[in-house]
């Protein structure tokens, strides 16, 4: 058999999900299936395929992503990401700190599933839920090597679709981020931010970085 690329085995994959996409009204770009509304959401299937040791790798990740609403959240995170009391590595050099505040500050992404275990039906197991369904993240050779692989990506796009339809919302944002939930709250219900400001504080990495967003927003 030819070698295949990894142009070509993304071009595979979009040949078998491509009629499902298009219907719905998504583009095909490069190495993603992508849709927009009058809101400003973006939704994006990704094919994420690298090659490494002569196998491919396989990560398929959904993404809704917002740049008006994003560039206000961004907006706010540099001031935090610049304040002067700001927590960096000792190790860092001032080059590494402007390269990582120039990439989160850039990053449009207001959320994302990398781990499709969150679709598992309520009476499979973790085990079970792999063996029927691992194409999100899975290695191979050959993509044949994939038990059912068409059929599991056609149902990795009606999993995908069913996600888009229920995500972008004020409501669900609020629900189901962080920072851009506290912009969204602030705009709209702001007796309600200091509730979610006490939750989101204990599911952060960096308590100082979300207590100098909370202030800066509080400030603008």
């Known amino acids: 058999m030819m070698n295949k690329t990894t142009k070509d085995i993304i071009s595979d994959i979009a040949t078998v999900i491509r009629p499902l996409f298009e219907s719905k009204g998504f583009t095909f770009k490069k190495n993603y299936f992508e849709s927009s509304d009058d809101s400003g959401n973006i939704y994006q299937y990704e094919i994420n395929l690298s090659k490494n040791k002569g196998y491919f790798s396989l990560h398929l990740r959904l993404k809704l992503l917002n740049k008006y609403l994003m560039r206000d959240v961004n907006s706010v995170l540099e001031k935090a990401l610049r304040d002067s009391s700001y927590k960096y590595h000792s190790n860092w050099s001032e080059g590494d700190i402007e390269a990582s505040i120039k990439t989160r500050t850039n990053d449009y992404c207001v959320s994302m599933i990398t781990d499709w275990r969150c679709f598992k039906n309520e009476d499979e197991s973790l085990d079970e839920f792999r063996k029927r369904f691992s194409?999100?993240?899975?290695?191979?050779?050959?993509?044949?090597?994939?038990?059912?692989?068409?059929k599991q990506l056609t149902e990795s796009v009606e999993?995908?679709?069913?996600?888009?339809?229920?995500?972008?919302?004020?409501?669900?944002?609020?629900?189901?981020?962080?920072?851009?939930?506290?912009?969204?709250?602030?705009?709209?219900?702001?007796?309600?931010?200091?509730?979610?400001?006490?939750f989101i504080l204990s599911k952060v990495?960096?308590?100082?970085?979300?207590?100098?967003?909370?202030?800066?927003?509080n400030n603008t």
């Open 159 to 198: 999993l995908s679709l069913s996600w888009f339809s229920a995500i972008g919302s004020d409501e669900w944002i609020i629900e189901n981020t962080l920072y851009p939930a506290l912009l969204v709250l602030k705009r709209i219900k702001p007796d309600k931010l200091d509730e979610k400001y006490k």
């Open 135 to 150: 194409i999100w993240m899975c290695v191979f050779n050959d993509i044949n090597e994939v038990n059912n692989w068409e």
């Open 205 to 217: 990495r960096s308590e100082n970085e979300a207590k100098l967003f909370f202030n800066y927003l």
